[in-house]
Structure formats: structure tokens, C-alpha cells
């Protein structure tokens, strides 16, 4: 007879992935996972089938969280006015006790590069794909702008979050306020 989970998987998921966001990929071990996690080694492969599976599972877990802002952005009727406020709703959501983490899909990207498995990296590039569409459909609500203009400022506004997220991890209030009002004065 089959053993009954005592757990969620949404819950130790959510756990695993603050505990990867905090500390990467790499430095996280299965025995760190196994105490943030509340649950066994062997519940953890059973369930995700290996360190692996957990942190994919923590990467959508991520987008999810995220959404809450993804959601206003693509509901603005604002333009870049909508997308520059997405910079700041990004800010905030990088937040833990006051400490900036920056973006578990950036950080991901900086620590694993040519490391990552396909699959993962599938993963990481779709999210930056579907932020960039947001920017696309956003800033087609001015007319004025053509379509080679947006796709390039889209572009660079992409470019522009990911180093948001790495310089939120070090830069104080000031200087990541600068950063973004500097990016939205250059379009």
C-alpha cells in the first residue's frame, strides 16, 4: 500500500525556491533542500525525481509569483508609462526583509550560463521572451511609434531589466532609481 503524502507539493516548492533564489543552484545541496523543504531525500526524488526537477518546478513556481506584476503590466493601457512601472513593481518583488535578491531567472542565467541542460535553459529564455512580448504589446499603444522602433526598444528595455535585477543585488535605492528614470529618458 502506497504512503499518503504529508505534504503539498506547491508548499515545499514554494520553500525550495526562496532557497535557491538566496542561494543559486550550485550552492544549494539536496541536504539543504531536504531541511528548507521539510521533507526526506527520498520524497524529494520520488516527488521531482531529482535536485533537478525541484528547482524547474521552482522556476515555474517563480514565473507564478511573479504574475501579480506580469498581470498589471499586460492589463496597462499606459504605454511606457505601464512599463516603467513594471521596473518599479519588479524592484519591490525582488524584495526580502529588505534585502534585493534580484531575479531567480537572471541570477540563474549569470550562475549556470553554457552549465545549464537545455531543458532548463528552454525555460529561462521562454520567460524572457514572454516579458519582451509584455514590452512589445505595451508600447504599440503609442501609434507613433513604427514597428522597427519597438521591437528595438523592446530589446533594449529586455536588456535593461536583466541588468535591473543583477544591480538590484548591489546598488542601494538611489542608484537603481536613477538606473531605471536614466533608461526611460533614453526612449
Request: charged letters at 30%; aromatic letters at 10%.
Amino acid at each position: 500500500m502506497a504512503r499518503t503524502k504529508q505534504y503539498k507539493e506547491e508548499d515545499v516548492i514554494q520553500k525550495a525556491m526562496k532557497l535557491f533564489w538566496r542561494n543559486g543552484y550550485e550552492a544549494t545541496s539536496v541536504r539543504m533542500l531536504e531541511k528548507e523543504m521539510g521533507i526526506n531525500q527520498f520524497s524529494i526524488y520520488s516527488s521531482f525525481g531529482s535536485k533537478h526537477g525541484v528547482f524547474v518546478e521552482s522556476i515555474k513556481a517563480y514565473k507564478n509569483e511573479l504574475n501579480n506584476i506580469r498581470n498589471l503590466l499586460k492589463n496597462s493601457n499606459n504605454g511606457i508609462v505601464g512599463i516603467k512601472q513594471f521596473f518599479y513593481d519588479f524592484l519591490e518583488f525582488t524584495k526580502e526583509n529588505e534585502v534585493r535578491k534580484g531575479c531567480l531567472v537572471c541570477n540563474t542565467v549569470s550562475e549556470l550560463a553554457t552549465k545549464a541542460e537545455p531543458e532548463l535553459m528552454m525555460e529561462l529564455m521562454k520567460f524572457t521572451e514572454e516579458i519582451r512580448s509584455l514590452f512589445i504589446n505595451n508600447l504599440k499603444q503609442d501609434k507613433n511609434r513604427s514597428e522597427e522602433t519597438i521591437v528595438k526598444e523592446a530589446n533594449f528595455l529586455t536588456t535593461s531589466m536583466l541588468g535591473l535585477s543583477l544591480g538590484s543585488r548591489i546598488q542601494n535605492e538611489t542608484q537603481l532609481e536613477d538606473y531605471i528614470e536614466m533608461t526611460f529618458n533614453r526612449i
